[in-house]
């Protein structure tokens, strides 16, 4: 499991400060917890488990010649012989029943039949689908938080520790998870962003680089405005435009830690 250290409680960013614990002396946080890990293996184990299920009633009809997709020609190439004969054995086809009205009888029940039971099928592997969409994605922000964090806690980074929500929330939308778990970042018509050497994919330090000059109130020295522009972190209220970037929630908070609610 991925560890960042840090070497007091203060220095430990705000999102990832409930998760870190204190360790010969440091404070140690995993990037990605436990817990949510041992829930996507655990989910994936029991999703696992139901689509095998649904896998092994599809083989029994498969050898049949069921096809899902011909539910029709199935019934009526399969069923209409079987019922042919069991009616006769049965001696349930009489002089006064003709043989086509017996076949058709027979034939709709066994349709309704299938046709319940492909539905069942069907809904349960678009549940499998959703649940393993859903895992997948947390898996890939967890990904994409842990690689993103190491470079904004490099010192060269620059990145403001307050503003860190935020800029998770910007490598949200740019980054997907590639092979090995690679960042791959996308641009909005759905292209590879190269970095500087123009073969390979922008890394984490080179795109909080591009985004400190796109959203230069995410950084050390943004805050400007004045002889008392270049503040660093904790040294004063962060500025208007640095506000306004936050959600509601995280304007409340940090209202109220610096007392600025209102009366």
């Known amino acids: 499991m991925p ?3 840090f070497d007091a409680q203060d220095a430990v960013p705000e999102p990832i400060r409930s998760i870190a614990v204190e360790k010969e002396g440091k404070w140690v946080a995993n990037v990605v917890p436990k817990a949510e890990l041992d829930d996507f293996r655990n989910r994936n184990v029991e999703l696992s488990r139901e689509r095998d299920a649904a896998t092994g009633i599809f083989g029994r009809l498969t050898p049949l010649g069921f096809d899902p997709a011909k539910v029709d020609e199935f019934v009526t190439g399969y069923s209409e012989l079987r019922d042919i004969k069991q009616q006769v054995d049965d001696g349930k086809l009489v002089a006064d029943t003709s043989l086509a009205e017996a076949i058709e009888a027979k034939t709709g029940e066994m349709k309704k039949g299938y046709e319940t039971q492909i539905g069942g099928l069907q809904n349960e592997v678009a549940t499998y689908k959703g649940e393993n969409e859903k895992l997948t994605n947390r898996l890939n922000r967890s990904i994409i938080d842990q690689q993103v964090m ?9 990145a403001l520790p307050e503003a860190t929500r935020q800029i998770l929330r910007e490598a949200h939308d740019t980054f997907q998870i590639g ?5 791959i970042p996308m641009d909005n018509n759905g292209h590879v ?8 994919p922008m890394t984490p330090v080179e795109w909080l680089k591009k985004l400190a000059e796109t ?8 805050q400007g405005g004045g002889a008392g522009g270049g503040q660093g972190p904790g040294s004063g209220p962060l500025t208007a435009a640095q506000i306004a970037a936050m959600s509601p929630e995280e304007r409340m908070t940090y209202g109220r830690e610096h007392g600025m609610t209102g009366s």
């Open 3 to 5: 560890e960042l250290i």
């Open 150 to 158: 190491q470079a904004i806690n490099d010192p060269k980074s620059g």
């Open 179 to 183: 092979e090995n778990e690679a960042l």
């Open 193 to 200: 962003i190269y970095g500087g050497d123009g073969a390979t």
């Open 215 to 222: 959203s230069p109130f995410f950084f050390k020295g943004s």
